[in-house]
Nanobody, 117 residues
Framework: QAQLAESGGGLVQPGGSLRLSCAASGFTFSSNVMSWYRQVPGKERELVAIIGYTGSYIEYADSVKGRFTISRDNAKNTVYLQMNSLKSEDTAVYYC??????????WGQGTQVTVSS
């Protein structure tokens, strides 16, 4: 059964850092584009960062450019999101997503990130 499991969320002070991980199982990880999204109550889920199959293609939302870094380790079936210089507006539930150009998509269950003093 295909699954994604996020971890690494928590409470951090403004200016701090967190590293999110998303472990994949039950499917061929290296054949999927991986992305991180976030969502706050009452708002639509928004794309934070996306990384291609080999890691050579990467894009970020303007709001996180220069602060967040997405990476993947295909040997470990894991995608990461390093978040630095965190701001209160980064508070959200963060989700990872695997997708293919066939339209196949799977989401993780999400991990809460709270930035507060």
């Amino acid at each position: 059964q295909a699954q994604l499991a996020e971890s690494g969320g928590g409470l951090v002070q403004p200016g701090g850092s967190l590293r999110l991980s998303c472990a994949a199982s039950g499917f061929t990880f290296s054949s999927n584009v991986m992305s991180w999204y976030r969502q706050v109550p009452g708002k639509e889920r928004e794309l934070v960062a996306i990384i291609g199959y080999t890691g050579s293609y990467i894009e970020y939302a303007d709001s996180v450019k220069g602060r967040f870094t997405i990476s993947r380790d295909n040997a470990k079936n894991t995608v990461y999101l390093q978040m630095n210089s965190l701001k209160s507006e980064d508070t959200a539930v963060y989700y990872c997503k695997a997708s293919r150009n066939t339209g196949w998509v799977i989401w993780g269950q999400g991990t809460q990130v709270t930035v507060s003093s």
